[in-house]
């Protein structure tokens, strides 16, 4: 085993799943980035948790202004145009040529091009006095799947700009 610096130790958990988050502010301006710190909660009632860099950022602004977020799993179709998402620019949802489409039960709107998407209510921001992003747990109030989708359309980041897919399934036994 060879030693890891403890800067790199964070990169150690990967590939980790590619989502594009969706927002809006009270007026009703819509945002999106890109994430991939990204975990399960709780199964009953759903509840996922994101990892956002503790500062002000557009995504969590809104989070605090309206209270809810969608999360839309990216897929390699449409990849670069959610990784676009990432520029601080104005005007980057349209530039990035991503559609977006009515939520069902959120105003923050979901990316059209999203084959798995997860609308959710925002529970709770937290905030540690040590961690440098901010815990951000969500409630699924709604989930939609395309059920064609494929496993291998699935992106997953590893790190930088590298980003790698699901391969073959395959089974090992469990005991319970
Ligand atoms: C593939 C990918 C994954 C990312 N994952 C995260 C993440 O998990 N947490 C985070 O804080 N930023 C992450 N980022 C960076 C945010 O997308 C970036 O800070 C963005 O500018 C925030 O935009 P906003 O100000 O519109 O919210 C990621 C970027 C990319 C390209």
Aim: charged share 30%.
């Amino acid at each position: 085993m060879d030693e890891i610096p403890l800067e790199k130790a964070i990169g150690l958990i990967y590939p980790r799943i590619t989502v594009l988050v969706t927002t809006q502010n009270a007026k009703g301006k819509t945002n999106a980035a890109p994430y991939s710190w990204i975990a399960p909660v709780s199964f009953k009632p759903p509840m996922l948790y994101l990892g956002i860099q503790r500062r002000e950022t557009l995504t969590i602004k809104n989070m605090r202004e309206t209270k809810e977020f969608v999360v839309n799993i990216v897929t390699k179709e449409w990849a670069s145009k959610a990784i676009a998402c990432e520029a601080k620019i104005p005007d980057k949802i349209e530039k990035s040529g991503i559609t977006m489409k009515e939520s069902k039960k959120v105003k923050a709107p979901s990316a059209a091009e999203a084959k798995i998407v997860l609308e959710c209510k925002l529970h709770k921001i937290i905030e540690t006095d040590k961690a440098d992003h901010f815990l951000v747990i969500g409630e699924i109030v709604h989930a939609e799947k395309d059920e064609g989708l494929k496993d291998k359309e699935i992106v997953m980041h590893y790190t930088g700009a590298n980003f790698v897919s699901p391969g073959p399934g395959y089974k090992v036994e469990r005991k319970k």
